[in-house]
């Protein structure tokens, strides 16, 4: 344990002044905080989980923070694991739940590069020192269920009640230290409909240029909370207001200032929002092919202009989209091969004629691929009578899906439609959610 004698005292606030019970805390936190205690570490509920509390919305999780070392944490739990390079962490499991658990940190020592962000911060320090090493106010108050009071070393519990975003220290250090900051200021003001506190703001769009040096990865883990936060339209938003935007998804100002592509977006945003709100699964996959489609409708059809067939350039298209990704977001495979298939499966969806349709059906991604065409139909992209047809071909019995097909003769009579004439103007075109709704 450290020596905590010489730190700053904080603020103490009472059950009378919080409200927070020891009920709302998950039995797992608990647990872990007790065990922690009756082996004479300090331990309390951190972060966004006392925030959460004192805004009367439940927590997704609660973490802890100690001053029990990581190692001494690990050996204290037999379902636990070590995590992390950057910061050491444990993941300490009770059934379904997982409780993440940190050792305070101090309030220097750190590797950091070039650009001041933190490399790694294996330091340890005292409850005060890792107070001021959290990164904004909301998410620095501490919770000590054995007495249930909540202490506040920088005046998060009134930032709180004043909805405030504001960072802790000098936040251009602050945001050097790790530029990732800046995506989470904007995504909890706008999660949590908070405000950002004038200097936090102040040196964002100087700044915004360091999110570059942000390995991929992370920027991919970042980018993830945000667009599932539920409330990924705001976020969005509040990213363009603050200049944040670019180099996260290129030409995002080009594909939301195109009226089309806006009501596309705007809808694709709106429905997962409502679908996260509601409890409801969504997919991460369908979300980044509804965030890139307009990208690469742009590049199909450029392909299609330098006389490329028309499947080909889609494929390419898709193959050039996601290389442009690929360096700033690190779009995992899995979900890269999944938003392939729903935008390939877009020109193949308005083959409603033999077999094709019944194939289709048995496609693994059809669903989605439905919804995803279903999407565009609604915000005026695709034809609304194709999305009708293949709603209600799903639900018809095998003798009125025969008399609802086009007959192969009459597809072959038709002249073949090219995306792009030579004179470059682009007929309409069709092309995509893998669980419903996202």
Same mark, same amino acid.
């Given at each position: 344990?450290?020596?905590?004698?010489?730190?700053?005292?904080?603020?103490?606030?009472?059950?009378?002044?919080?409200?927070?019970?020891?009920?709302?805390?998950?039995?797992?936190?608990?647990?872990?905080?007790?065990?922690?205690?009756?082996?004479?570490?300090?331990?309390?509920?951190?972060?966004?989980?006392?925030?959460?509390?004192?805004?009367?919305?439940?927590?997704?999780?609660?973490?802890?923070?100690?001053?029990?070392?990581?190692?001494?944490?690990?050996?204290?739990?037999?379902?636990?694991?070590?995590?992390?390079?950057?910061?050491?962490?444990?993941?300490?499991?009770?059934?379904?739940?997982?409780?993440?658990?940190?050792?305070?940190?101090?309030?220097?020592?750190?590797?950091?590069?070039?650009?001041?962000?933190?490399?790694?911060?294996?330091?340890?320090?005292?409850?005060?020192?890792?107070?001021?090493?959290?990164?904004?106010?909301?998410?620095?108050?501490?919770?000590?269920?054995?007495?249930?009071?909540?202490?506040?070393?920088?005046?998060?519990?009134?930032?709180?009640?004043?909805?405030?975003?504001? =960072?802790?220290?000098? %936040?251009?250090? @602050?945001?050097? &230290?790790?530029?990732?900051?800046? $995506?989470?200021?904007?995504?909890? !003001? +706008?999660?949590?409909?908070?405000?950002?506190?004038?200097?936090?703001?102040?040196?964002?769009?100087?700044?915004?240029?360091? =999110?570059?040096?942000? %390995?991929?990865? @992370?920027?991919? &883990?970042?980018?993830?909370?945000? $667009?599932?936060?539920?409330?990924? !339209? +705001?976020?969005?938003?509040?990213?363009?207001?603050?200049?944040?935007?670019?180099?996260?998804?290129?030409?995002?100002?080009? =594909?939301?200032?195109? %009226?089309?592509?806006?009501?596309?977006?705007?809808?694709?945003?709106?429905?997962?929002?409502?679908?996260?709100?509601?409890?409801?699964?969504?997919?991460?996959?369908?979300?980044?092919?509804?965030?890139?489609?307009?990208?690469?409708?742009?590049?199909?059809?450029?392909?299609?202009?330098?006389?490329?067939?028309?499947?080909?350039?889609?494929?390419?298209?898709?193959?050039?989209?996601?290389?442009?990704?690929?360096?700033?977001?690190?779009?995992?495979?899995?979900?890269?091969?999944?938003?392939?298939?729903?935008?390939?499966?877009?020109?193949?969806?308005?083959?409603?004629?033999?077999?094709?349709?019944?194939?289709?059906?048995?496609?693994?991604?059809?669903?989605?691929?439905?919804?995803?065409?279903?999407?565009?139909?609604?915000?005026?992209?695709?034809?609304?009578?194709?999305?009708?047809?293949?709603?209600?071909?799903?639900?018809?019995?095998?003798?009125?899906?025969?008399?609802?097909?086009?007959?192969?003769?009459?597809?072959?009579?038709?002249?073949?439609?090219?995306?792009?004439?030579?004179?470059?103007?682009?007929?309409?075109?069709?092309?995509?959610?893998?669980?419903?709704?996202?």
């Amino acid at each position: 344990m450290f020596n905590m004698g010489a730190e700053p005292a904080p603020r103490i606030y009472g059950r009378d002044k919080h409200g927070i019970a020891r009920g709302s805390i998950s039995h797992g936190a608990l647990k872990v905080c007790e065990i922690l205690r009756t082996h004479k570490h300090s331990a309390y509920i951190v972060g966004g989980a006392v925030r959460d509390l004192l805004l009367g919305v439940v927590p997704k999780d609660f973490d802890v923070a100690t001053d029990a070392h990581p190692e001494e944490i690990h050996r204290l739990f037999r379902r636990s694991h070590l995590i992390g390079r950057r910061f050491k962490l444990v993941h300490v499991l009770f059934g379904p739940e997982t409780v993440e658990v940190s050792t305070f940190r101090a309030g220097e020592g750190g590797e950091a590069d070039e650009h001041g962000r933190l490399l790694r911060d294996n330091v340890y320090g005292t409850r005060a020192q890792d107070a001021a090493r959290r990164d904004f106010t909301a998410n620095a108050l501490y919770y000590d269920p054995h007495d249930e009071t909540v202490l506040d070393y920088h005046g998060g519990f009134a930032d709180v009640r004043r909805k405030t975003m504001r =960072i802790i220290g000098d %936040p251009r250090l @602050r945001f050097r &230290e790790d530029p990732v900051r800046m $995506l989470r200021v904007v995504r909890f !003001a +706008a999660k949590l409909g908070f405000g950002i506190d004038p200097k936090t703001r102040a040196p964002i769009r100087e700044l915004a240029d360091l =999110i570059e040096n942000v %390995p991929a990865a @992370r920027l991919f &883990e970042e980018m993830l909370k945000l $667009l599932l936060s539920g409330h990924a !339209a +705001a976020c969005l938003a509040q990213l363009r207001k603050e200049g944040l935007h670019h180099g996260l998804l290129p030409l995002l100002d080009v =594909i939301v200032e195109q %009226p089309q592509g806006e009501r596309f977006l705007r809808l694709a945003l709106d429905q997962t929002d409502t679908r996260i709100q509601i409890g409801k699964s969504v997919s991460p996959a369908f979300l980044f092919a509804a965030l890139l489609w307009h990208e690469v409708l742009t590049a199909w059809r450029n392909n299609e202009g330098k006389d490329m067939r028309s499947i080909p350039a889609l494929y390419l298209a898709m193959d050039q989209v996601l290389d442009a990704q690929t360096d700033k977001l690190s779009i995992p495979r899995r979900l890269t091969t999944t938003m392939k298939e729903i935008w390939a499966l877009q020109p193949r969806l308005e083959q409603r004629s033999g077999k094709r349709a019944f194939v289709l059906l048995t496609h693994p991604r059809f669903r989605a691929g439905y919804d995803f065409m279903l999407l565009r139909a609604e915000s005026g992209e695709a034809p609304m009578e194709l999305a009708n047809w293949w709603a209600r071909f799903q639900d018809a019995e095998l003798e009125e899906r025969n008399a609802m097909l086009i007959p192969d003769s009459a597809a072959k009579k038709r002249p073949r439609r090219r995306r792009r004439s030579k004179t470059g103007d682009a007929p309409e075109q069709a092309p995509a959610q893998d669980e419903p709704g996202n």
